[in-house]
């Protein structure tokens, strides 16, 4: 599914950089991101309010034409 959008995105709309943010303790999100070549940019601190809570995620990023290089190279 991220692979298809990744390459609408690439083919429909004029971006190069696709952001997303996750929740610290969502192992198996970060790791699905970076199988599709997301990097780990780091921590955004209370970046997420619920209630009086807030709450650190993780700030991934791709790059498109980084992506379609390394999609090419497998």
Wanted: negative net charge.
């Amino acid at each position: 599914m991220i692979k298809l959008f990744l390459e609408d995105v690439a083919n429909n709309w004029e971006l190069e950089r696709l952001t997303a943010y996750v929740d610290m303790d969502n192992y198996a999100s970060a790791r699905l991101l970076e199988k599709y070549n997301f990097v780990n940019e780091g921590i955004l601190r209370s970046w997420v309010r619920e209630g009086d809570e807030f709450y650190d995620v993780y700030s991934y990023r791709v790059l498109l034409s980084e992506w379609f290089a390394n999609r090419s190279s497998d």
